[in-house]
């Protein structure tokens, strides 16, 4: 409805416009009551006269009588459709023009004529564009230009030559106008600086928009919209006055033509796109491929065919840019009703460009005389679409505005969750290593103890079966017992100090005495240890005062610390250096006294090295490390030497040894002093060597080699030789003092069962356990694992890897040994089941015991059933083992060797056979025996029948 009106007003307007304008008849326009100086020009419309095909002269070309409307098209003389034009030819216009005054200057302003002319006005060649010919051979131009000239009479004759072979449309498109020579030429700049300033604002939007896609270009749609205002500018360019030929007049017309008409389609596809980026939603996806794959192909044929026939098709598909300027009015019209963000904006400026881009159309067909309206539409686009984009990006900032409060806040949030986080996962560490901690200080604490009481018990009972026992026995037991108790005093004591130290309540008390023997016995008390274990200990003082003022009982838990840590990690072969010296500090009387301890040990990696004096870290917390500890050692060291207002630093590279250097200040003594009282000894429990008991041994196990045989796997010296001693009367035992050896052992000497700690250097007791059970040549070995830890995850942990019984420590001996004894019993009443299984006449099915191992050992037989020379050798290379362990292992399972094992498959076999039917003889040959006779025997001594009568009552039976 609203365009209905619209283009009625428009109609209105032209129709006014023609009644009240001179009008050319029959080739000549009256302009006798027109004024000279009129601000207004008069617009040359009317009939002109014309010759089709002809360059004429004035005088024929008046004669002729046939006459064109101007503005116009060469339709009636080509032939050619409206939608589909080919104006290929050439002519000649005339019109007499009747002046008010004879004797004035006057101008005409002509606007684009395609595609080439000569203007004459009384004969005299006033304008010219391109280069006039009658065939293909012309060269078209477009120039827009205002002539003068002056007119002696009141009569002036106009003609002009026009010629158009490469473009679709020909003729005077245009009227030309006649006026006052400033009039014309004060219009003419108007509109050129019009269409400049138009071509400007949109360039300068453009680019503008160009940036803020650079910026956020997460947004395509300042790109786009960018790209609409270039191609506008520049499709503007080409419009009123051809402002682009003005500023390059050499450009050439084909190229130039064919880059306008590529504007159109590139544009409507780049619409297509921005609006698709303001309302997603809105656009189709079947729609906006047609619109594209349309507009492609028409930039195909601008690019690829002439411009007689691309302006053409340009024509011929301007219903179908109707069509599409529709839809995006749809989309326009859909976006305000649904209240879109810029839909009212979209939706006016829709209308605008509708109706301007129907006039045109329209206009260019030749249907309605009015004015192209294109370009102020774009540009009152361009301004509209700006402002829309300007609200939308306002829209989005405050948006992104709101966004950023809220991730602050949340910011706040996920902070304070990630400092809760931080300080639980901190609690949770710190339970950790406290929980570690009280694993090993358990381990620690559960070792000592059973050394201490597994000695006191067996003690008591030997004393209540033999009132006269050996001095030597209760000797080893007694200082067996005081180590241990010792031990357990000392870990008592650090955590005892560390307590008092976090309390404050630990204070420095300074004593007067010598420091370097003090020293001396210190290091002294360690050498018996240092000899056991082959390592060099050396201890070298400087020149120190024969006396000092300092706390010996610090000083001693440091050193005593300091050694034991360097002893500990230092393997055999190795050394241990001690070093003490003074410096001078602060005032008169102060020093420094500096102990240093170097060892040639395994050393510290430098990410530890931080942490190593934290209460309760150590190096290795795993269940391999080679070293038992709690981790608080150092940590007393550094609390004792802050105590002391000293300072503590380590070097130690991996492979090569570690360093420890404590300085503290001391002074030498000014007045009376206390002197040391306490001996070394009474204050630091040096170490006194180890008497070990003597090497067990059993007399019985050398005179009856069926001893049970028993693997003891546990690196603590005491309590292995113990738990040795207690089992050697009743088992043959074999000992290994980590996980890796008793494994080695396992596989060499096929134990008929294995006791073995946990926590151990190499291989831990749950990895052994593991290797044992998964192992088919040692996975019959009963396995019963010794801990201190009492967790209920800790005995899963081993009953899961296989283990047969789970023993904690503190343990009883008698406990450990009828542990022991009832596996045995158990696998020996195993044994002889499915020994009577395997050997019973009437059993239908040969036992499937370890069924991995049985089934390759009857999987190997059946192939080589019917070989009498398959023997013991080859079936152990069948399963890959040496005879001796086949042997032995079939011997803890069957409770027979492999020799009665493969005699009594074969037998089994026969049974089978005699059952189906095969005489005595083949069925001998066939499990593998050379002769029936001793084939014979043998089936008698398993079945109590010979073969016949077996087959006899096999028969009977059926």
Request: net charge neutral; aromatic share 10%; with cysteine.
């Amino acid at each position: 409805m609203f365009l209905a009106l619209l283009l009625g007003a428009l109609a209105l307007v032209c129709r006014a416009q023609k009644n009240r304008i001179p009008v050319a008849q029959n080739g000549v326009i009256d302009l006798s009551s027109y004024s000279h100086a009129s601000t207004e020009p008069v617009s040359l419309r009317g009939e002109w006269f014309f010759k089709w095909n002809q360059f004429a002269d004035s005088s024929s070309l008046s004669a002729s009588k046939n006459y064109i409307s101007v503005p116009g098209n060469w339709h009636s003389y080509t032939k050619s459709f409206t939608l589909f034009p080919q104006d290929l030819g050439h002519g000649t216009y005339g019109l007499r023009i009747i002046l008010p005054d004879s004797g004035q200057q006057w101008a005409l302003r002509i606007p684009p004529i395609r595609t080439a002319y000569k203007l004459f006005v009384n004969g005299q060649l006033v304008a010219q564009t391109g280069q006039l010919a009658t065939d293909r051979s012309m060269k078209p131009g477009t120039n827009s230009t205002v002539v003068s000239f002056p007119v002696p009479g009141r009569e002036a004759f106009l003609l002009i030559q026009v010629a158009n072979y490469h473009f679709a449309y020909g003729g005077i498109w245009k009227s030309l106008e006649l006026g006052h020579p400033a009039i014309l030429s004060q219009s003419r700049e108007k509109s050129i600086l019009i269409s400049a300033f138009i071509i400007g604002v949109l360039f300068i939007i453009g680019l503008y928009h160009f940036v803020l896609y650079a910026l956020r270009q997460q947004d395509r749609a300042p790109f786009l919209f960018g790209t609409l205002c270039l191609l506008a500018a520049f499709r503007e360019s080409f419009n009123s006055e051809s402002l682009f030929f003005l500023i390059f007049p050499e450009a050439n017309w084909f190229l130039a033509n064919k880059a306008l008409y590529c504007a159109f389609p590139i544009g409507i596809i780049g619409l297509t796109l921005y609006l698709q980026c303001l309302f997603p939603d809105l656009i189709t996806a079947v729609f906006k491929k047609s619109i594209v794959a349309l507009n492609l192909a028409f930039l195909a044929l601008v690019l690829f065919t002439p411009a007689t026939t691309y302006s053409a098709w340009g024509t011929l598909i301007s219903p179908l840019a109707i069509l599409e300027c529709g839809y995006f009015f749809s989309i326009s019209f859909r976006a305000f009703r649904l209240k879109k963000e810029g839909g009212f904006i979209l939706f006016c400026d829709m209308i605008i460009l509708a109706v301007c881009v129907f006039n045109d159309s329209l206009y260019q067909a030749g249907i309605i005389h009015t004015y192209y309206l294109l370009s102020t539409a774009v540009v009152l686009f361009t301004l509209c679409q700006s402002l829309l984009l300007a609200i939308r990006f306002s829209s989005a900032f405050a948006r992104t505005e709101a966004l950023t409060i809220d991730l602050k806040t949340a910011n706040q949030v996920i902070e304070q969750m990630a400092l809760k986080r931080q300080e639980a996962d901190r609690r949770k560490e710190v339970e950790e290593v406290k929980n570690r901690f009280f694993a090993n200080i358990t381990h620690e604490f559960r070792t000592p103890l059973t050394l201490i009481i597994s000695p006191i018990e067996q003690l008591v009972r030997t004393t209540a079966d033999s009132p006269t026992i050996e001095r030597s026995v209760i000797n080893n037991t007694l200082a067996t017992i005081h180590r241990n108790a010792r031990q357990l005093l000392q870990l008592i004591n650090q955590l005892l100090d560390l307590s008092k130290l976090e309390s404050g309540s630990l204070k420095v008390r300074e004593s007067q005495g010598d420091a370097v023997q003090f020293m001396n016995d210190l290091v002294n008390s360690f050498r018996i240890t240092a000899e056991m274990k082959g390592i060099q200990l050396t201890y070298q003082p400087g020149q120190l005062p024969e006396q000092l003022l300092f706390d010996d009982d610090k000083w001693g838990k440091i050193g005593s610390n300091l050694l034991s840590n360097a002893l500990k990690y230092t393997p055999s072969g190795g050394s241990v250096r001690v070093d003490l010296v003074t410096e001078s500090f602060g005032t008169a009387g102060q020093m420094l006294l500096r102990l240093s301890v170097s060892d040639t040990g395994t050393g510290i990696a430098a990410d530890q090295i931080p942490h190593i004096f934290d209460r309760f870290y150590q190096v290795d917390d795993s269940r391999t490390r080679p070293y038992e500890g709690t981790g608080i050692g150092l940590a007393l060291v550094k609390e004792l030497t802050d105590l002391l207002k000293g300072r503590i630093s380590l070097e130690s590279e991996v492979g090569k040894g570690t360093t420890i250097t404590v300085a503290c200040p001391v002074r030498q003594p000014y007045a009376d002093h206390p002197k040391l009282q306490a001996s070394l000894p009474d204050l630091l429990w040096p170490e006194t060597p180890q008497t070990l008991p003597a090497p067990w041994s059993d007399p019985k196990s050398t005179a009856h080699g069926n001893l049970p045989v028993l693997l003891l796997v546990e690196d603590n010296d005491d309590l292995r030789q113990l738990i040795a001693n207690g089992l050697a009367a009743t088992y043959r035992i074999l000992t290994a003092a980590n996980g890796q050896e008793g494994w080695e052992i396992c596989q060499s000497e096929l134990p008929d069962l294995v006791v073995s700690d946990i926590m151990m250097p190499v291989l831990d007791g749950y990895q052994l356990c593991r290797l044992i059970k998964q192992t088919p040549r040692t996975n019959h070995i009963a396995v019963i694992l010794l801990t201190a830890k009492t967790a209920s995850e800790s005995k899963l942990e081993g009953l899961s890897a296989g283990a047969n019984d789970y023993l904690t420590k503190p343990f009883s001996q008698r406990e450990l040994h009828l542990r022991v004894t009832n596996l045995l019993h158990y696998q020996l009443a195993l044994r002889t089941f499915y020994n009577l299984q395997f050997s019973k006449p009437d059993s239908l099915q040969l036992p499937a015991y370890q069924n991995a191992f049985l089934n390759q050992l009857y999987q190997a037989l059946e192939k080589h059933l019917d070989d009498a020379k398959f023997s013991v050798d080859d079936l152990a290379v069948e399963v890959a083992m040496s005879s001796r362990t086949l042997n032995r292992k079939l011997t803890a399972m069957l409770g027979m060797s492999v020799s009665e094992f493969i005699r009594t498959y074969r037998l089994r076999k026969a049974a089978d056979l005699l059952k189906a039917g095969y005489p005595v003889s083949e069925t001998a040959y066939k499990v593998g025996f050379e002769s029936p006779s001793y084939f014979g025997q043998c089936f008698k001594e398993l079945f109590t029948l010979s073969p016949s009568d077996y087959i006899r009552n096999v028969l009977s039976e059926n």
